[in-house]
């Protein structure tokens, strides 16, 4: 008897990101980020698996909880005076929204059921105004694919240059971030079109600068600038720029 995969429909990303949550039984307020990301991606990769289509809010969430997760990886900075960690939790506003979702989603069911209790209605769901598809974004190529080429950079790394040798020092020296970054993948974009992925961390000297770089990587493609695609399976992953 061939396997059979049964999924559950859900109205939007963070229907399914709630839904997971809730299901794993955990504080919304202390989301275990790698877990519920992993679920999140194979829930996906399941939808493609029975040949649905994923729409491109739930190709941005992915991105979203990827970009969180990376920013986890990051060594948090020590406040000098009382030795407390200075950083915000990368899941702040992600909870943030979370919680509002929560609260729309208790008030709509008791308007739901107000309404059914006095007349039949037939519900729309809300709209994408954003009419942009998946396939503008990531092209013949999965999340996975981009996990996975992230991954190999970062063991590239490490077979490379032993981690422990003077890295307090270089995180003091290293005063650029994500939006850096973002510009400068810009300006490499802007000299030709297309850029490979491998050659986009090429000149990365220490783990951090290869994270942030991933998150600048995340956050253009989150906001439609850059298209990712393979030419062909297993094949290098190439970064297309979608602005003028």
């Known amino acids: 008897m061939p396997y059979q995969i049964k999924l559950q429909n859900f109205e939007g990303p963070f229907d399914l990101l709630f839904h997971l949550i809730e299901k794993a039984e955990v504080d919304i307020y202390d989301i275990p980020i790698a877990e519920i990301t992993n679920q999140y991606l194979e829930y996906i990769n399941k939808m493609r698996s029975i040949d649905l289509d994923v729409a491109s809010e739930f190709i941005l ?14 060594p948090k900075e020590k406040n000098p005076l009382d030795g407390t960690n200075e950083d915000a939790d990368p899941r702040a506003e992600l909870i943030e929204k979370l919680i509002e979702y929560k609260k729309f989603k208790e008030v709509s069911g008791l308007f739901k059921e107000s309404e059914e209790k006095s007349m039949d209605i037939f519900y729309k769901n809300a709209e994408i105004i954003d009419d942009i598809e ?76 290869i994270v942030i770089t991933f998150l600048a990587l995340l956050e253009l493609m989150r906001t439609r600038e850059i298209s990712i695609y393979q030419t062909k399976s297993y094949g290098e992953i190439i970064i297309r720029r979608n602005f003028s």
């Not at 969430?61 to 990051?74: D, E, G, N, V, Y």
């Not at 490490?158 to 307090?168: A, T």
Request: proline fraction near 0%; charge should be negative.
């Open 134 to 209: 998946e396939d503008e974004i990531l092209l013949n190529v999965s999340l996975n694919d981009l996990i996975t080429a992230f991954n190999d950079i970062i063991e590239r790394y490490k077979s490379g240059i032993n981690e422990d040798v003077h890295l307090e020092e270089q995180l003091i020296r290293e005063e650029f971030t994500v939006y850096d970054k973002i510009l400068h993948i810009k300006q490499r974009l802007n000299n030709k079109n297309e850029i490979s992925f491998s050659q986009l961390f090429i000149s990365n000297t220490t783990k951090f600068e």
């Open 61 to 74: 969430m992915a991105a979203t909880l990827i970009q969180i997760k990376s920013k986890m990886l990051l």
